[in-house]
């Protein structure tokens, strides 16, 4: 049976894991810190837009005049 010391790949292995988590666990911290203390920012107020829809047949005299 083999020492533990002696398997340096495993320890490596173990600790790129390690550190993967701890990065990922870090920047989710940031993130919802960040994000917490923010203000929110208030957009541009929208105002209604009113859209008219003209229907135009071929036998109306406005098609004619454009035409």
């Not at 990065?23 to 209604?48: D, M, N, T, Y």
């Not at 009113?50 to 005049?65: E, K, M, Y």
Request: glycine share 2%; with cysteine.
């Amino acid at each position: 049976m083999s020492d533990w010391t002696s398997l340096w790949y495993v320890w490596l292995i173990l600790l790129t894991v390690f550190l993967l988590l701890l990065c990922g666990v870090s920047a989710s911290c940031i993130r919802f810190c960040c994000r917490k203390k923010r203000l929110p920012v208030e957009s541009f107020p929208r105002h209604p837009c009113d859209l008219a829809v003209i229907g135009i047949d071929s036998d109306s005299t406005a098609h004619s005049t454009v035409t």
